[in-house]
């Protein structure tokens, strides 16, 4: 070891040894910075691919009543008219028959935290605003997607549950608009006593799905997406559309029907499987699926997909991840869909009064299209002589905060055009020797 | 693929497995005449607690009339309108509902049987009930 002076050396012998810098003597930067941005998966669903559009119509009340002309009713299966020659022709009498679906608006409102200047003056990321305006709109697009999905979901009037030892087809499933509580449209008690008498295998089979889709379009009378319904979607052109997670149309690869009855050319080893299923159902496959976790007792509940690493002593700490919960889930709704069930109401602007702003200002337009934007109108707290809170206006213009307004609507035109099927979740391939 | 052997308590229902799992093969060995019964769940019973809840029922021959409908010249008149009625209907809670079994092994006396080629997918666990002590042979792959 050699002993090396902090101070500098003089009348050192030209071979007196071994003389190491000190590593520690100098200041260094203990860590350094760098802005890294990863990719995620899409969280949403293109749910707005499958809805037609409704106009709303201002200044005529709170509820949009749509009126739909139904084609009179089949009456027979067979025609026996009389003979011409020896009887009076009968007739037949044909009538039509309305029926109506109501459709409301419904509202939300997004903000971000109340932001400080010197955040922004002082750390590393900057334009952390401007971040968190993006995760903004996201979320906006999850929440309407999550809407739309929640509101198909409870609207549905015929449920399916995967190889139920009750029937697999619940053709009058109970129908609302669904809450937190889980107490309206296909309550908790519903769907833990539906989900109870699915036997096996349950899961997302093509069996299954092909049950789908003969009840889909026997039963429910749904039609299939027709050229022209969507634009630059020919690929839809006279197919229904599976809405699934990756996991179920993974599992397709390990389906009994797939291995039994597969193009001895389809390379499901190497190039899995793909395409569309049986030939008349297209998959758009979306992450965070609706899935269902059942307790012990048997009682549900719909975990949040995700959470945060919130242990900081975690080599992930702060990081966006599955939750637990969710993961652990044992169910999972898919949803087969036929054309133009539900139509997206399309708000329109803001009463001009309210848009359009007054004076000079700017900011003070009602804007409800979930367009995010800064403000500075906001009250911050100061504190008075004797301790109290008190509110004030940002006059120094020390805080800005997103905020957001969304007003939404989906109408529920024709319900029965969408299945939603309750099904086990699976993985894992087997084979015929082990 | 895992093999396990669980040792079969007559009418006793057991947690065999917890979570999901695909489920190949099942054997039942017994000393006596019984039947082994397979479910999907995770506590040691087949029987769940269900509380009240609404769901629908069609009445599929239904027709309503409506009568004393007032015409322009004044008639009174009735209408028949056949169709069908889909009522939501509460069903009463259940505190012993009887989870199905997703599929059973009999055995007439003592000896073997099986193995059942099963494929079956459980989400929640495997609950075996049989009603003669003996054995169960489970070949199943993990599904998580």
Known sequence: MAAVSSLPAINVSACSG????QLNLYNALPVFFQEREVAYRKKYGNWKMMFGKQPWEPNKGPLGRGIVSEPPPTLRQFAFPNA?????????????????FDFVLKHHKFESPTFQWYASFNDFIEKKIVKNLDFVLQWQEEFSSQFYRGFMFHQAPAMMFADSSTGVI?????????????TSGKSNAYLQAKIATMGSPGNLSLRTLFYALDTLEEDLKAVPYQSGTLKDDS??????????????????????????????????????FKGNLLGRITTCLHSNPLRILVAGDGSISFPAPEAIEENPSAAN??????????????????FLCGAKGYNIIDVGPPPAEFSSGSGADRMSHLQWNGKPRLTDRINVPCTDDLGGTQWEQNAYDEFLKIISYMVMGVAAETSRN????????????????? | MTVKTFTLVANTPQVALTGRYIIRNVTFEANAAGTLSLYDGSVGSITQSNPAYVDGSVN?????????????????DSYDYAGISTTYPTTAANASFA???????GIGSSGTVGPLDAQAVVARGLVLNSTAAGFAVVQYDVAV
Do not use: H
């Open chain 1, 84 to 100: 011409l020659a020896t009887a009076c022709a009968k007739k037949d009498i044909i009538q039509t028959r309305e029926r109506t």
């Open chain 1, 418 to 434: 969408v299945l939603p099927i309750v099904f086990k979740r699976a993985r894992g391939i087997t084979t015929s020797i082990v």
């Open chain 1, 18 to 21: 071994w003389t190491p810098q």
């Open chain 2, 99 to 105: 989870l199905p079994a997703i599929m059973a092994l």
């Open chain 1, 317 to 334: 700490y702060g990081q966006t991840v599955v939750n637990c919960d969710y993961r652990n889930t044992q169910y999972e709704v898919a």
């Open chain 1, 170 to 182: 619940d053709f009058a499933a109970p129908i609302g608009d669904g809450n937190d509580a889980g």
């Open chain 1, 235 to 272: 690929f839809l052109n006279d197919k229904f559309m599976l809405m699934t997670s990756s996991e179920a149309y993974n599992n397709f690869i390990n389906d009994p029907f797939l291995k039994e009855n597969r193009r001895l050319d389809l390379d499901i080893v190497q190039e899995g």
């Open chain 2, 60 to 76: 599929c021959s239904y027709t309503r009339t409506v009568t004393g409908v007032r015409d322009l010249a004044c008639g009174t």
